[in-house]
């Protein structure tokens, strides 16, 4: 099946400090989303994109598609203890409706040092 | 919240055992997901349900079976799973022509002894 490499796999963070992480394919992707799952939990939609280029905040979240369309960003400023949590990356085949093609990516795990 | 939930949160099973988990939505979709998530490894999806009829099995063990009753509830009926079927299961849903923007409810934690 497709492969999203998301990095890094895990961050250690100070409290207060910025954080950004990537999900990069070798295709072409006409949607990215970002998804985050707290633990014992089920992964939260926070952001989606469907253009290339575009740039969309979600309070401290700030996501970018790339312009490629084989890559996207999702940057975090100024972290707190509750961001603490597995953050994954999710895109959709350019020219592909439907869930089979969704791809996710394996996750960064981020822990937040108070 | 979320609107989807599932149940049970937690379940422990035999290999000989027959199990059932339940899935509910209330955010008035029309397409209902399974997936199982294993540590590092990503979401694998399982089964695509649209307006109750099944779309999409991805190569998955006759021991899981799917049923949607109606577009707000989707069940995965388990039977004779091996250890290594031990994971969270995953349900989501979503509009059916937004089949990207899906929502996903807690899990269940799945233990095969």
Known sequence: ?114 | ETGVTQTPRHLVMGMTNKKSLKCEQHLGHNAMYWYKQSAKKPLELMFVYNFKEQTENNSVPSRFSPECPNSSHLFLHLHTLQPEDSALYLCASSQVYSGDTQYFGPGTRLTVL
Do not use: H
């Open chain 1, 1 to 114: 099946g497709q492969q999203l490499n998301q990095s890094p796999q895990s961050m250690f963070i100070q409290e207060g400090e910025d954080v950004s992480m990537n999900c990069t394919s070798s295709s072409i992707f006409n949607t990215w989303l970002w998804y985050k799952q707290d633990p014992g939990e089920g992964p939260v939609l926070l952001i989606a994109l469907y253009k290339a280029g575009e740039l969309t905040s979600n309070g401290r979240l700030t996501a970018q598609f790339g312009i490629t369309r084989k890559d996207s960003f999702l940057n975090i400023s100024a972290s707190i203890p509750s961001d603490v949590g597995i953050y994954f990356c999710a895109g959709q085949l350019e020219g592909q409706t439907g869930a089979n093609n969704l791809f996710f990516g394996t996750g960064t795990r981020l822990t937040v040092i108070p």
